[in-house]
């Protein structure tokens, strides 16, 4: 059964601090999607990391993919409130299949 | 360039009752995909569709049903709700299958059911 594991589920973090969240996933898959979602809003597309190797950023957030370990990191670099969001991982293997979340909560 | 559109954005039924949602995909689109989104369950995917045709399915029940029309546009249907149907409905839409291109999200349909 494929699994799309995030870790941590919860993160409380202060202003200026940095932070990694991980996403493994159990099967084979040359991609992998980071999306955004505040509460209540939809999701919205943050990185789309293509190949083994990959590395985004954009802002205050940076993305990577090692496929070999299946393991996908978002670090987020001198956090500020307006992080403050849950981010989800998602790969590709016939549908989007997506973990549950890590919950952001970045205080000054 | 106009986003993803899901109608309507809240609906209030009754148990046993049927609801239909809609969604219109960015233009050039020919991929939709339903998902459903719960506190409890997370995001699970629906169904996927593309130029009219269901390409992949979900763990759903029967009850759960959808469509595309040849305008790329997507329903989907829910009948004799059950309160767990309770959920945020979102919808993607991609130029083309997962596999090849992003996926833009609708703001979603948030159904209650009573």
């Known amino acids: 059964e494929l699994k799309v594991e995030q870790n941590p589920l919860f993160l409380s973090m202060q202003e200026g601090k940095n932070y990694t969240i991980y996403c493994n996933y159990s099967?084979?898959?040359?991609?992998l999607y980071w999306y955004r979602q505040d509460p209540g809003k939809s999701l919205e597309s943050l990185f789309v990391?293509?190949?083994?190797?990959a590395v985004k950023q954009e802002g205050r957030l940076m993305a990577s993919l090692d496929t070999k370990a299946r393991l996908s990191t978002l670090h987020i670099t001198a956090a500020v409130h307006d992080l403050s969001a849950t981010y989800f991982c998602?790969?590709?293997?016939?549908?989007?299949?997506f973990g549950a979340g890590t919950r952001l909560t970045v205080k000054p | 360039k106009a986003g993803v559109t899901q109608t309507p954005r809240y609906l209030i039924k009754t148990r046993g009752q049927q609801v239909t949602l809609s969604c219109s995909p960015i233009?050039?689109?020919?991929?939709v995909s339903w998902y459903q989104q719960t506190p409890g369950q997370g995001l699970q995917f629906l169904f996927e569709?593309?130029?009219?045709?269901?390409?992949n399915k979900g763990n759903f029940p029967g009850r759960f049903s959808g469509r595309q029309f040849s305008n790329s546009r997507s329903e989907m249907n829910v009948s004799t709700l059950e309160l767990g149907d309770s959920a945020l409905y979102l919808c993607?839409?991609?130029?083309?299958?997962?596999?090849?291109?992003?996926?833009?999200f609708g703001q979603g349909t948030r159904l209650t059911v009573v």
């Open positions: 993607a839409s991609s130029r083309d299958r997962w596999e090849n291109t992003e996926a833009f």
């Open positions: 099967t084979t898959s040359d991609r």
């Open positions: 990391l293509l190949s083994n190797g």
């Open positions: 998602a790969v590709v293997p016939n549908d989007m299949r």
């Open positions: 233009s050039g689109h020919r991929s």
């Open positions: 569709y593309f130029s009219e045709t269901q390409r």
